[in-house]
Nanobody
Framework: QVHVAESGGGLVQPGGSLRLSCTYSGTYFDFGAVAWHRQAAGKERWSVAT???????RYTGSVKGRFTISRGNATNTVYLQMNSLKPEDTGVYYC??????????????WGRGTPVTVSS
C-alpha cells in the first residue's frame, strides 16, 4: 500500500508562485508515473501535469510554460512548481501516484489534495 500526501497549497496573488509537493511512501513494485490533477469548484478533476517513468513530462495547454513538474533529489517526492499563477488555476490539487506492477499494469494511489487559491 502506498500513502500519498500533498502539501504546499495556499492563497497566492495573481502572478505569484507556489510549489506543491507530493510525497509517497510505503511498499510498491516500481515507479510508474506521478500526475498532478486539479479540480475546481463545480468542475471535473483533470490532469494538469505528469511525469512518467522515463522522465517525460506532459502538461495541459493552459499551464504549459508556467508549471514545471519534477522529481526531487529524494526519489519519493515530486514537485509542481507553479509560476505566473492565474485565478483560473484555483482548485484543489491532487497527486496521483501510479505504481507500475509486475504484470505491466498500473495501480493508482491518491492523496487527499491541497487547495490552491489564486486571488487578489
Amino acid at each position: 500500500q502506498v500513502h500519498v500526501a500533498e502539501s504546499g497549497g495556499g492563497l497566492v496573488q495573481p502572478g505569484g508562485s507556489l510549489r506543491l509537493s507530493c510525497t509517497y511512501s510505503g511498499t510498491y513494485f516500481d515507479f510508474g508515473a506521478v500526475a498532478w490533477h486539479r479540480q475546481a469548484a463545480g468542475k471535473e478533476r483533470w490532469s494538469v501535469a505528469t511525469i512518467t517513468r522515463d522522465g517525460t513530462t506532459r502538461y495541459t495547454g493552459s499551464v504549459k510554460g508556467r508549471f514545471t513538474i519534477s522529481r526531487g533529489n529524494a526519489t519519493n517526492t515530486v514537485y509542481l512548481q507553479m509560476n505566473s499563477l492565474k485565478p483560473e488555476d484555483t482548485g484543489v490539487y491532487y497527486c496521483n501516484f501510479q505504481e507500475l506492477v509486475i504484470n505491466g499494469a498500473y495501480r493508482d494511489y491518491w492523496g487527499r489534495g491541497t487547495p490552491v487559491t489564486v486571488s487578489s
